[in-house]
């Protein structure tokens, strides 16, 4: 089954713990993002990957960091986590061949930085 | 003024009524336009698609592009409560370019 796949699913840290949300594709897509979603602000951009090796900041970069050492893995890092952080988080990829560019999301990750 | 915008709603229509769902986009060169359902506590998911300007029909969906008024639309035809969920539109100038996503309509319909 095609899929994005993040864990973990449920998160609750404390400010300055290190942590990794990690996002696998089984889908061989060159294109992987990251987003958060937060009330009244909607989805919005983190960092995005063309392909390995690649990535680009998004909208909202700050306090994240990102690696794509493989095609299938875009794990998110946050150093230094602070409650600002807290929020719903998505990885998404999708392929840059076909027709249309139709972003396959994971299930999300719920974050909560106390 | 936002690229995309989008009334968050709620929306709350009966079971089997027509629901219409709109956005406004203020860059003339957006060409892909797109419709994503989400589920509480799941991740959005691909509903319909259209490139550039006309209609496109699926099932009891239709979605449709007036790029001349920069206004998308979807209706949905014989609404059920399974239809209760967020729906994003979504934008992208070119092929291989950044998607620009609305910020969702809550839309639940009443049994």
């Known amino acids: 089954e095609a899929q994005v796949t993040q864990n973990p699913r449920y998160l609750i840290t404390v400010t300055g713990k290190k942590l990794t949300v990690t996002c696998s594709q089984n889908?061989?897509?060159?294109?992987m993002s990251w987003y958060r979603q937060d009330p009244g602000l909607g989805l919005r951009q983190i960092y995005y990957s063309m392909n390995v090796e690649v990535t680009d900041k998004g909208d909202v970069p700050e306090g994240y960091k990102v690696s794509r050492k493989e095609k299938r893995n875009f794990p998110l890092i946050l150093e230094s986590p602070s409650p600002n952080q807290t929020s719903l988080y998505f990885c998404a990829s999708r392929s840059d061949r076909g027709i249309f560019p139709e972003a396959f999301f994971g299930q999300g990750t719920r974050l909560t930085v106390v | 003024q936002k690229e995309v915008e989008q009334d968050p709603g709620p929306l709350s229509v009966p079971e089997g009524a027509i629901v219409s769902l709109n956005c406004t986009y203020s860059?003339?060169?957006?060409?892909?336009f797109m419709w994503y359902r989400q589920y509480s506590r799941k991740g959005p998911e691909l509903l319909m698609y259209t490139y550039s300007s006309g209609n496109k029909e699926d099932g009891r969906f239709t979605a449709q592009v007036d790029k001349s008024s920069k206004y998308i639309s979807l209706f949905i035809r014989d609404s059920q409560p399974s239809d209760s969920a967020t729906y994003l539109c979504?934008?992208?100038?070119?092929?291989?370019?950044?998607?620009?996503f609305g910020k969702g309509t809550r839309l639940h319909i009443l049994p």
């Open positions: 979504a934008m992208s100038e070119v092929r291989d370019d950044k998607i620009i």
């Open positions: 860059n003339s060169a957006f060409q892909y």
């Open positions: 889908m061989n897509h060159e294109y």
